[in-house]
Structures are given as structure tokens and as C-alpha cells.
């Protein structure tokens, strides 16, 4: 057999195996009633920030709602479930309580938020922020811009801004924070 009669072959089996986008019968556009939804998880992308340049990656987060502020607004709690800390003891986890502007859950994936911290002056006793290494390390949210996108149940909040990083083995300093933290909303 000849390179052309081979080439011709070859040629004749992907035209005849294809088929032209504009012959296939188009997708449906809706699911039939009778589906059930799906029970399965869904799978979130890791969560990355960039602190001072260098990527660190953190655990899929948890988000919940706490309805104890005014009305017209929520706390949103953008968490690490416990978990992360019992399978390695040396993980990034989160902790950021925010005020957001929504009634519910639904409003808040076209929402955001501005976090500030105390002064560097005042004692930085807070929960709040990101702990690194199994919370050898953390960053406290000074001036912070958190913005919200997703749907009722998965949320991407992307963060942007300046914390200040406190440490048992260096001293205190401000890092640039940016970055992306998929979660989960509790139900």
C-alpha cells in the first residue's frame, strides 16, 4: 500500500466518522419531569490566594448566613469546616465574618462587602481572618474587598486587599492578599 492510498484511507474514515454540527438534533434546553434532581456533591475547585505574591491554597470553604444585624442586612460567615484541621494538622483555614447588604442567601451571589480591622494599634484579639500552617500564622482583614458570584448553593467570594499578618515567630506586618475561596452554602 502506498503513503497516498494510506492518506486517502485515512482521510475517507474521518469524513464518513464526523458529522457536521448542523445535522446532530439540538440539546435540550430544558430537563423532562420526571428527572429527579441529582443527590451527588458538587465539586468545588480548590480555593487559591496569592498572599504578597505566593499562591496558598486553602480547603473548600462553608458559608452560612446569620440574620443578627438590621434588617435589610446579614452577617455572612465564610468558614473552614473543622475537618480540614483533623485530616492535616498543618492546613489554611478561614474565618471571615462580614456585613452584607441582602435579605437572603438568593441575593447574595451579585453582592459584596468591605471588611474593615482594627487599627494596627489596638490589640488584634479577633477570630477573624485567614490562618496558615494550622493557624501558626494569621492574617487579620483590614481593608479588604469581598465580592460574591455563584448561585444559592455554591458561592465563589473573591477577595482583595490587606491584612496584617501575625505570627508567634515574626513580627507584625501587612500582606496583600488576593484571591479566590469557593464555597458551600449551609441549608
Not at 25 to 40: G, H, K, L, R, V
Not at 150 to 162: E, Q, R
Request: glycine share 4%.
Amino acid at each position: 500500500m502506498t503513503d497516498k492510498t494510506l492518506v486517502a484511507i485515512v482521510l475517507a474514515l474521518s469524513v464518513v466518522g464526523c458529522k457536521r454540527s448542523s445535522d446532530a438534533p439540538p440539546a435540550p434546553t430544558t430537563m423532562p419531569a420526571t428527572t429527579s434532581p441529582t443527590t451527588e456533591p458538587v465539586s468545588l475547585p480548590t480555593s487559591v490566594v496569592t498572599i504578597d505574591g505566593s499562591p496558598t491554597a486553602f480547603p473548600t470553604c462553608r458559608i452560612k448566613l446569620d440574620d443578627t444585624t438590621s434588617a435589610g442586612s446579614v452577617t455572612v460567615v465564610l468558614y473552614t469546616d473543622d475537618a480540614a484541621l483533623v485530616d492535616d494538622r498543618t492546613a489554611n483555614t478561614v474565618l471571615l465574618s462580614m456585613p452584607v447588604s441582602v435579605d437572603d442567601v438568593t441575593e447574595l451571589p451579585s453582592s459584596s462587602c468591605h471588611i474593615t480591622g482594627q487599627s494596627k494599634d489596638a490589640e488584634n484579639d479577633t477570630p477573624n481572618g485567614l490562618f496558615l500552617n494550622g493557624s501558626t500564622i494569621q492574617l487579620v482583614p483590614i481593608d479588604v474587598d469581598v465580592t460574591f458570584t455563584g448561585d444559592a448553593h455554591v458561592i465563589t467570594a473573591t477577595i482583595s486587599g490587606t491584612f496584617n499578618r501575625l505570627a508567634l515567630d515574626a513580627k507584625e506586618r501587612d500582606v496583600v492578599v488576593k484571591g479566590v475561596l469557593s464555597a458551600r452554602v449551609d441549608e
